[in-house]
T-cell receptor, first 117, second 113 residues
Framework: AQSVTQLGSHVSVSEGALVLLRCNYSSSVPPYLFWYVQYPNQGLQLLLKYTTGATLVKGINGFEAEFKKSETSFHLTKPSAHMSDAAEYFCAVRDMYSGGGADGLTFGKGTHLIIQP | DGGITQSPKYLFRKEGQNVTLSCEQNLNHDAMYWYRQDPGQGLRLIYYSQIVNDFQKGDIAEGYSVSREKKESFPLTVTSAQKNPTAFYLC????????????FGPGTRLTVL
């Protein structure tokens, strides 16, 4: 069974500082990995995803994430935080070989990013 | 514009009443999903459907029911058997071939009084 752990339910950074949101997963097979962002009372928007190929993935709004197989991690970073980045962020994993079923999208519990002015 | 619509955005119901949440997509996606979101819990899968007239239970299906009579529509009924129905409900869809991304609707916040 897959699982996703997001370290820190709340992360606070100053505007202009580095953003680092941590995600570790467990999966017995190669995974697909996703980061979603959610603004208050809205749905989830895809930030970026890793399927195959280059392990450093660039997404929208200046975010990027690096897949590190040896560490089973997929941490999300942004060099300089902006006030508009304040939101809830979810990491999710899917079994690469899952052809159907529930599609194996397992979500972490989320990290609330707070930007201090 | 293509996308997923959920209605209504806010819904209030009395305890003991059934309520149906709407989810419609015009993305021509095959698979559709319903998730429940509670504070600090992440997203939990209620039901999913890969094709029309077929659906499967997710992790927390008790007290919920769905139908998939049309490709575009996947309504969720919250029944009186659901012990704690107050939550934020998210619908998602995905094309089964060629992409792994689930796209989400804006959500419906259900409050049972």
């Amino acid at each position: 069974a897959q699982s996703v752990t997001q370290l820190g339910s709340h992360v606070s950074v100053s505007e202009g500082a580095l953003v680092l949101l941590r995600c570790n997963y467990s999966s017995s097979v190669p995974p697909y990995l996703f980061w979603y962002v959610q603004y208050p009372n809205q749905g989830l928007q895809l930030l970026l995803k890793y399927t195959t190929g280059a392990t450093l993935v660039k997404g929208i709004n200046g975010f990027e994430a690096e897949f590190k197989k040896s560490e089973t991690s997929f941490h999300l970073t942004k060099p300089s935080a902006h006030m508009s980045d304040a939101a809830e962020y979810f990491c999710a994993v899917r079994d690469m070989y899952s052809g159907g079923g529930a599609d194996g999208l397992t979500f972490g519990k989320g990290t609330h990013l707070i930007i201090q002015p | 514009d293509g996308g997923i619509t959920q209605s209504p955005k806010y819904l209030f119901r009395k305890e003991g009443q059934n309520v149906t949440l709407s989810c419609e997509q015009n993305l021509n996606h095959d698979a559709m999903y319903w998730y429940r979101q509670d504070p600090g819990q992440g997203l939990r899968l209620i039901y999913y459907s890969q094709i029309v007239n077929d659906f499967q239970k997710g992790d927390i299906a008790e007290g919920y029911s769905v139908s998939r009579e049309k490709k575009e529509s996947f309504p969720l009924t919250v029944t009186s058997a659901q012990k704690n129905p107050t939550a934020f409900y998210l619908c998602a869809s995905r094309k089964r071939q060629g992409t792994d991304t689930q796209y989400f609707g804006p959500g419906t916040r259900l409050t049972v009084l």
